[in-house]
């Protein structure tokens, strides 16, 4: 039979149930109805500048800029000759307000701990960190790489060094020794901030010896400022490590924040790419500033009486964005939770929002499908009904996914916002506005205010309705990228040389007869595992760095929890395939990238199976992982070569 063409697989897949919001819920909302969008959409499509430059009167100006926008293309300067502050616009701007007394952060261990910092508090707490950096050596420009558990310290930390111009480099905790160095080198970072450990499901950890480990291939880092949170016994190096407790004590809790040029670096933050270094991404003060926070205030309907949850750490842009930056830019609640979703049961994410009454939940939908798995009956055990709205981001949904969601914890009341954005966006870019746009289960719907997307074939033109092609950007937005820490050429060439003028986002995309998108994966091989982003190359680097592979190839084979799973496929030198030697090569995979990135499946090939001109065939090896193609010889050392000589052809 013919291979049905993607016309014919658009087909299939396509949805037709439209959820509109409920006439309750869009006449409170910010943006109430369809035409409220459209007209917002159109004024700025029409003027994007005039259009930023309203909006921009919301932040906190030391010194009010000059022009909307410089664009030396791929070069962006928004907001250029202004001087603002992200930690005076997240903090001192409400003070005063009736938001001073109002919690900002209301914080939850895993152990079962709860702390709640008012804006007035934060503040002090910020400040406070501001001066310990400072007492540090830490000036602006310089850069503070952050390895810490979700706890408020953390934000804090962030805030701190914007307050004072230094850069943070947030780097997740489930990264290894390796990862931390690597990152620490590249951005040649001064001080490492951490804790003596974390929780994670009731066990402790270890993230100073761990930090311990990457010091000694970091020399830039002069000290170590660790947190106590644990409490466990830990190795404090003379002369370079400083208890956080032990320097509050020693400074004051007054710091203004600076007047910072616009364009002053706020953070880099490490993600994949097609290659097999991690980049650091660029984001600066001004304009990722105000993206975070009108994009927060569109996309979640801020209102005060809010209880926002984002359940994502601060290690990836999701924690940035909208568990820092965004909300309390806006003036919101945020629920900060330390710990697994399934600790001490798989209802703890229930009874959080039940306990603490929240009102927006944001989460991945990796998250959604294992809470399916789990079972209703950990939903059905408590009172959801504080809930009003409902989001999605890193990865798209499956409709399956969508109608769960939707049913059993927004009890078909709540809309919800599939959002989609990158690391490089700084923000969400497409997304349901939830009092205006009807949803489409699978759908991330339309751009929001000011984004201009197109859809680009192959041969540079746009393509026509439900055609796939090329997701671009064709106008700069605030919150974009500025650029990749020290490599201006693989900015250019990643995101601006494929489609002349537009910026590549990587991923493919449709849009349907209703101006809806639907995002249908990445265009390189970058794949998406529990949300996160991960490059098959880093993994393959990471398996030839054992002295017993030869080569390895890494791809993406559908997972029902994930989303995406890593198979692997090895040829080893004169070891012999077992077991323990495949534990050994996932071990060594840990020790280099983190436990992210641990091999679902791992093969020993003979060879592997290769073009005439020597690429390795990785559409056979997504077959062959994702079980549409079966291997018939099944002794320990695979061999793909008959399979291969049948493809060779066609690939
Ligand atoms: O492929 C898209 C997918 O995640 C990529 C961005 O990954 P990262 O920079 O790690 O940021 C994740 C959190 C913003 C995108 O290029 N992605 C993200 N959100 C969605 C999505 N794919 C489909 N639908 C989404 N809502």
């Known amino acids: 039979m013919a291979e049905p063409t993607s016309a014919q697989i658009d087909n299939v897949m396509r949805e037709d149930r439209l959820f509109p919001p409920t006439a309750e819920f869009a006449a409170q909302a910010v943006i109430p109805s369809a035409e409220a969008y459209q007209a917002l959409w159109d004024e700025a499509q029409a003027d994007p500048l005039a259009f930023w430059d309203r909006q921009a009167q919301e932040l906190h100006w030391f010194e009010p800029y000059s022009q909307v926008l410089d664009w030396q293309e791929p070069v962006a300067s928004w907001f250029t000759g202004g001087k603002t502050n992200a930690s005076y616009n ?21 152990p079962g701990e709860q702390r709640t910092l008012t804006y007035r508090e934060l503040h002090t707490e910020v ?93 830039s880092v002069e000290k170590c400022l660790v947190l106590r949170r644990t409490g466990s016994d830990v190795p404090m190096r003379e002369g370079r490590d400083v208890w956080w407790h032990e320097l509050a004590e020693q400074v004051d809790a007054e710091c203004p924040a600076a007047p910072l040029d616009s364009e002053t670096t706020l953070f880099i933050l490490y993600t994949s790419g097609s290659t097999g270094k991690p980049k650091g991404i660029r984001h600066t003060t001004a304009g990722y500033n105000l993206y975070a926070k009108k994009t927060f205030e569109w996309v979640f309907d801020h209102r005060d009486s809010d209880v926002y949850w984002c359940t994502a750490d601060c290690g990836w842009i999701t924690g940035h964005s909208y568990v820092v930056y965004g909300p309390l830019s806006a003036g919101a609640t945020c ?33 959604i499908r294992a809470f399916i798995k789990w079972g209703d009956q950990h939903v059905e055990k408590h009172d959801l009904s504080s809930l009003r709205l409902l989001g999605t981001v890193g990865e798209g949904i499956n409709p399956e996914a969508w109608m769960w969601y939707h049913e059993k914890i927004g009890a078909g009341r709540c809309p919800i916002v599939d959002t989609w954005w990158q690391t490089e966006t700084g923000g969400i870019m497409m997304s349901p506005l939830p009092g205006a746009i009807p949803t489409k289960p699978g759908s991330c719907t339309k751009p929001l205010p000011g984004i201009l997307p197109a859809i ?43 489609v002349p003028h537009n910026y590549l986002a990587g991923d493919n995309a449709r849009c349907d007869e ?44 559908p997972d029902e929890i994930k989303g995406q799973a890593i198979a692997v496929f090895v040829t080893i030198k004169e070891a012999e395939a077992s077991d323990a030697l495949r534990d050994e090569l996932k071990l060594h995979v840990r020790k280099e990238i983190g436990a992210l990135a641990v091999p679902d499946d791992l093969r020993f090939a003979a060879v592997l199976p290769k073009t005439r001109s020597g690429k390795i065939m990785r559409r056979l090896l997504r077959d062959i992982a994702s079980g549409k193609e079966t291997v018939g010889d099944t002794t320990t050392l695979e061999d793909y070569t008959v399979l291969a000589k049948l493809r060779a052809e066609d690939e």
């Not at 690597?182 to 993230?207: C, F, H, M, V, Y």
């Not at 939770?337 to 229930?350: L, M, T």
């Not at 026509?464 to 090329?470: K, R, S, T, V």
């Not at 794949?527 to 080569?551: D, Y």
């Open 456 to 498: 680009i074939g192959e041969d540079g033109q746009p393509v026509g309705e439900n055609q796939g092609g090329m997701l671009v950007m064709t106008h700069p937005w605030p919150g974009m990228l500025r650029g990749i820490w020290g490599d201006d050429e693989r900015y250019r060439e990643q995101y601006w040389s494929k």
């Open 90 to 110: 997240c903090l001192d701007a409400h003070l005063g307000t009736e938001r001073e007394n109002k919690t900002a952060i209301l914080w939850e261990g895993e």
């Open 127 to 219: 400040c406070r960190a501001a001066n310990m950096l400072k007492k540090l050596g830490v000036g602006q420009g310089d850069v503070v790489s952050i390895y810490m558990p979700m706890v408020p310290e953390l934000a804090i930390a962030m805030l701190a060094c914007a307050r004072i111009g230094a850069i943070h480099s947030v780097i997740f905790a489930g990264f290894s020794s390796e990862a931390i160095a690597e990152r620490n080198q590249d951005a040649q970072a001064k001080l490492q901030i951490t804790s003596d450990g974390a929780w994670r499901r009731g066990k402790e950890l270890p993230l100073k010896p761990m930090v311990d480990d990457a010091l000694d291939k970091s020399p």
């Open 335 to 367: 629920l900060m939770y330390e710990g697994a979703p399934n600790f001490p049961a798989e209802d703890r994410f229930w009874e959080l929002v039940e306990k603490y009454q929240v009102t927006t939940f944001y989460t991945a939908p990796t998250a």
């Open 514 to 557: 209703d101006g809806y998108y639907w995002i249908m994966g990445r265009i390189d091989d970058v794949i998406n595992v529990a949300g996160h982003r991960l490059s098959t190359i880093e993994v393959e680097s990471a398996l030839v760095s054992h002295p017993q592979v030869a080569e390895a190839a890494a791809v993406g084979r």
